[in-house]
């Protein structure tokens, strides 16, 4: 697999405490998203375009793992949720894939610049990304 799959994709990692309810939310900077911010510009699609293997979710999780160095085990994609946006020229899909850690394992994402906060917290993203950060909240809080 190349790392070429990143392209075209973005995740969102979480960690989601079902006893406590604590959703935490990991951020490189000023993006939630993995491995990269969206390019300049990029907006929600209207109409999803057609499915491609570049934007599987597994292999855009492997993807991402492999670059991060992560544990496979620790993490699971969260079902329900698909969301498409484009920089005017390609599709971009994001992913979320939430750690099944004990606690959000805050030493894995160290190395790359990246703290677990919660969604209040996380004032100075870009638009789009805390439309997209709400959407996964209603998501977890929803009981999915």
């Known amino acids: ?81 698909e969301e498409w946006l484009s920089d005017g020229g390609r599709p971009i899909r994001v992913h979320v894939a939430q750690f099944k850690t004990f606690e959000a394992p805050r030493s894995a994402l160290a190395p790359h610049g990246g703290v677990f906060k919660p969604i209040s917290e996380l004032r100075g993203t870009a638009p789009v990304e805390l439309n997209l950060l709400r959407r996964v909240f209603n998501l977890f809080m929803g009981g999915r």
């Open 1 to 81: 697999m190349t790392d070429d799959t990143l392209n075209d994709n973005r995740v969102i990692l979480c960690h989601f405490d079902t006893y406590s309810t604590a959703l935490v939310f990991a951020r490189y900077g000023t993006s939630v998203l993995a491995p990269a911010p969206l390019p300049e510009g990029a907006v929600p699609l209207a109409v999803l375009p057609e499915s491609e293997a570049r934007h599987e979710p597994e292999a855009a999780l492997a993807a991402l793992i492999a670059r991060f160095g992560l544990n496979p085990a620790e993490l699971a994609l969260v079902d329900g949720f």
